[in-house]
């Protein structure tokens, strides 16, 4: 591990001077903030909604099945994102007089999308309208399908398409070609709080609201920040304005008794709820549902009107979560047995596989174990009857659904399919087809990196003064929206180690001292012993106990520095 700090463009200065503190000028500044309006989290700052391509098409359509009281029925997908996409379009579309139910596919039995397999099941509800969320854009056969019964399909995706779209005049995506809207970077959540932005607008064009109070979307703000940060979308300043905005909801009480009992049964106090918690805390428990069993308990959570209802939904989440976390762990041990040795090699990605492991956690173990190689991971599981789903995790520089993409290309057939984004992507392939594989997808990742990308480093945002170690930068860095493509600030410096003290068997708390000033820290997952001097990078945070408040330092990493 090498600590790197990030370069500080010039306009770092421009920010101070309009009055931003200097750290937060410059941290701002390294992550492409160039004027005040992009830290603006107000609703005025998001794009419009009729810069969505087909956005216009698909409210009529919804409109439509209103007025005519068609059952409508939306497929969803397993993952957090799918189902707050799904949370929010079942509470949306109801308050504006839908009659919608939702279907959510099992991960082990059907796969992920509209397949036609998941249309003939959908078919016994007698749907009018089929309305996809966070899925949909690859399923070209399941379009097809449906169309052949009869059944409407609208689909609402963030998924990069494939060469062929859905035969369906209906469909809202950003990344579909031709769409002009300026933010690629919504989660499935976004694009459907979107949708029923502009059929609100075309209801209240055509009066529905004369006689009635117009549905409150702000309310499913909540579900929509949860949606788009558990997803790892980028946040640009749409989806930082999507993701603020929720969080001011859930700080001031005014969340979903869903979102509540989730970060309840965590301990999490709501009133200091931060993007962490909605991605570390809520997140991880919402989708060990889809991960472990079926992602109609976590969507009934979200659906929840009351504590009450919600609570032994959560409990039930909670607990698939932490026998999520005992198969994560062992897979992930079994998955490092060799993988030094393969790094050693020069293998520039890497691809893992064992019959027995549990398919619904291969994304996890393939994100923890790029996280310490430092390359493109495929893990894969046995999805029955020889076939074999993979689950895969990219560093900066190496999109992967293009990865696989070009892979499919100079071996057609091999993978039976594929989709996804940059840095997550998923693919179906047979357990024979492996090893080939496993060698086009290496030589797709030697052509695209070089040595030099696979060095592991973690950036930070340079050295603090000790003076600027205050519960004032604390509360402004835990008050802003951090997250995939604007990563919270990480700091390095040099300090005295004055105390260590192992806790909870394995963590250490530790007291620091830099010119002149002590501070609280905490190394978790490591008990030390520390030596006299070190280097570390770390996060300030805030330290609440016993009614007060003071920094405190999460060292992310550190070494040993001369005491000469």
């Not at 991960?107 to 309305?131: K, S």
């Not at 990069?160 to 369906?168: F, K, Q, S, Y």
Request: aromatic share 6%.
């Amino acid at each position: 591990m090498e600590i790197v700090r990030r370069p500080v463009p010039e306009v770092a200065s421009s920010l101070a001077a309009a009055g931003i503190a200097p750290v937060l000028a410059r941290v701002y500044a390294a992550r492409g903030v160039r004027s005040l309006a992009e830290l603006d989290l107000d609703f005025a700052g998001l794009p419009s909604w009729t810069a969505l391509k087909g956005i216009d098409a698909a409210s009529v359509r919804l409109a439509e099945a209103i007025e005519r009281h068609e059952r409508v029925l939306i497929v969803a997908d397993y993952d957090a994102d799918g189902a707050t996409a799904c949370a929010v379009g079942v509470r949306g579309l109801r308050a504006m007089g839908a009659h919608v139910e939702f279907l959510v596919p099992n991960r082990f039995e059907f796969g992920y999308g509209l397949t036609p397999e998941i249309v003939a099941l959908a078919a016994q509800r007698e749907p009018a309208l089929i309305i996809t969320v966070d899925n949909g854009i690859a399923s070209v056969d399941g379009v097809a399908a449906a169309r052949s019964r009869g059944i409407d399909v609208l689909i609402t995706d963030h998924h990069l398409p494939g060469a062929e779209l859905p035969e369906t005049p209906w469909i809202v995506n950003p990344n579909q070609p031709g769409c002009g809207f300026p933010s690629k970077h919504l989660a499935g959540v976004g694009v459907m709080f979107y949708v029923l932005v502009a059929l609100r607008a075309l209801l209240r064009e055509r009066g529905r609201f004369a006689d009635r109070s117009e549905t409150n979307l702000a309310a499913l703000l909540d579900l929509v920040a949860l949606g788009t940060v558990a997803d790892v979308v980028q946040l640009d300043h749409a989806n930082r304005i999507l993701v603020g905005q929720g969080l001011r909801r859930i700080r001031a009480g005014r969340t979903q008794p869903g979102v509540r009992a989730l970060l309840a049964t965590a301990g999490r106090d709501p009133r200091r709820a931060t993007a962490y918690d909605l991605g570390f805390v809520a997140g991880p428990r919402l989708n060990a549902a889809g991960r472990l069993a079926d992602m109609s308990i976590g969507i009934a959570c979200l659906l929840a009107e009351d504590e009450s209802s919600a609570t032994p939904l959560a409990a039930e989440l909670d607990r698939l979560n932490r026998a999520r976390r005992e198969v994560e762990a062992t897979m992930h041990e079994q998955a490092l047995d060799g993988l030094d040795a393969t790094v050693a090699d020069g293998r520039y990605s890497l691809c893992v596989y064992r019959r027995e492991w549990h398919q619904g956690v291969v994304g996890i173990v393939a994100s923890r174990l790029k996280e310490r190689f430092h390359r493109p991971t495929i893990v894969f599981a046995l999805a029955g009857d020889g076939e074999l789903r993979g689950s895969g995790r990219a560093i900066a520089g190496f999109h992967l659904r293009d990865a696989l993409d070009l892979v499919a290309k100079r071996a057609p057939g091999m993978i039976s399919r594929f989709g996804g984004h940059a840095f997550a992507a998923g693919l179906t392939l047979s357990e024979r087809a492996l090893p080939r594989f496993s060698a086009e997808f290496e030589r797709v990742a030697q052509e695209w990196l070089s040595p030099g990308v696979l060095r592991r480093t973690l950036e930070t945002d340079g050295e603090l003064d000790p003076a600027e170690l205050t519960v004032g930068l604390a509360q402004e860095i835990e008050g802003r929206v951090w997250g995939q493509g604007f990563p919270g600030p990480i700091f390095d410096g040099e300090f005295s180690v004055l105390e260590q003290k192992a806790v909870g068997e394995k963590h250490l708390r530790l007291i620091l001292a830099a010119g002149g000033r002590r501070c609280d820290a905490m190394l978790f997952n490591e008990t030390g012993p520390l030596p006299e001097r070190i280097h570390a990078a770390y996060r300030i945070e805030i330290s609440h106990y016993q009614g007060l408040s003071s920094p405190q330092l999460i060292v992310e990493y550190w070494e040993p520095k001369s005491t000469e």
